[in-house]
């Protein structure tokens, strides 16, 4: 079983990668994940579900880009 890591990617997100990352972490479709999360703000009227997505921005981190390559002389 590979070491899974929760982490907010540098590419493919629409705010700051909270609900791509959980996608990943889930090997799920992020769609998926956008139209929960999307879903659960509007149903809780905003503030909660918002308050719960920036807490989640704080608390998960970003993902360390990889070394770039470099050629030797």
């Known amino acids: 079983?590979?070491?899974k890591k929760l982490e907010r990617p540098h590419e493919g997100v629409w705010v700051a990668g909270?609900?791509?990352g959980?996608?990943?972490y889930f090997e799920?479709?992020?769609l998926?994940?956008?139209l929960a999360?999307?879903?659960l703000i509007i149903l809780t009227g905003i503030f909660p579900g918002?308050?719960?997505y920036f807490v989640a921005w704080l608390i998960i981190p970003k993902e360390v880009p990889p070394p770039p390559y470099t050629v030797a002389p």
């Open 22 to 24: 959980l996608a990943r």
């Open 37 to 39: 999360g999307i879903t």
């Open 1 to 3: 079983m590979p070491n």
């Open 18 to 20: 909270v609900l791509v």
């Open 32 to 34: 998926l994940f956008r």
């Open 50 to 52: 918002a308050l719960v």
């Open 28 to 30: 799920q479709d992020p």
